[in-house]
């Protein structure tokens, strides 16, 4: 008697304990730590020992592998500051330059023309007036590249489609279209 009794208890609590167990909410987790983490978030907003970490790059400072911004103004003593100053990094490879061809095909073809001479597609189809022929303006490397981060009247800033590297490769292809259109 006494044993069914105990059965019977232990039945009541067992289902007890099953039928109260509510589905939507965690159950009772054995050391919970193992099952919910407790990550730094990426941005180190939760800092290091308490101290936030500062995640922005310290002023002056250049990324590994990076390069100085460019900080020539878009003015007029900015074009010519970037005339006497700028000089092209990259060598005049034929690396570089086949590099700089295949930019400038895919960047400022549709404007400047496969030579240089202001006669690309869009030249053609009267979308945009005054585009030059590279052999009627006074440029050198520093000018080219400033007009790529800058642009110029309706040439739009082509900063953000290119490069640090492409950027001279394109400047060492335009050189070379200018200079093949003087000869
Ligand atoms: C949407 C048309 C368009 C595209 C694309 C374009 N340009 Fe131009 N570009 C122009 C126009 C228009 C001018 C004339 C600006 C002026 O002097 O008023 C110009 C002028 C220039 C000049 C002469 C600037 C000077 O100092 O006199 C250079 C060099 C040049 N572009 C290089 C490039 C290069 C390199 C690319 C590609 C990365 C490019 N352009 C893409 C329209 C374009």
Redesign the pocket.
């Known amino acids: 008697m006494m044993k069914n009794i105990k059965i019977v208890a232990v039945l009541i609590i067992f289902v007890g304990m099953v039928s109260c167990a509510d589905k939507r909410s965690p159950q009772v987790q054995y050391m919970p730590d193992m099952y919910v983490s407790v990550p730094y978030k990426t941005d180190g907003s939760n800092g290091l020992n308490g101290t936030p970490v500062n995640s922005k790059p310290v002023a002056g400072t250049i990324p590994r592998g990076g390069h100085p911004a460019y900080d020539i103004p878009n003015t007029i003593d900015g074009y010519e500051k970037a005339r006497t100053e700028l000089t092209n990094p990259l060598e005049a490879s034929e690396a570089n330059l086949e590099k700089g061809k295949t930019t ?1 095909e895919i ?2 073809i ?3 023309g496969k030579k240089g001479d202001g006669n690309g597609y ?1 030249s053609q189809a009267e979308k ?1 007036n ?3 022929n ?1 052999k009627d ?1 006074d ?1 050198n490397a520093g ?2 590249y400033h ?2 981060m800058h642009g ?5 800033s ?1 900063s953000s489609q ?1 490069t640090y590297n492409e950027r001279w490769q ?1 400047v060492h292809y ?1 050189e070379k279209l200018r200079a093949d259109l003087l000869k």
């Open positions: 400038y960047y400022c549709s404007c400047h869009l945009f005054g585009i030059p590279y303006r440029i000018t080219i007009v790529i110029k009247n309706l040439m739009g082509h290119l394109v335009v």
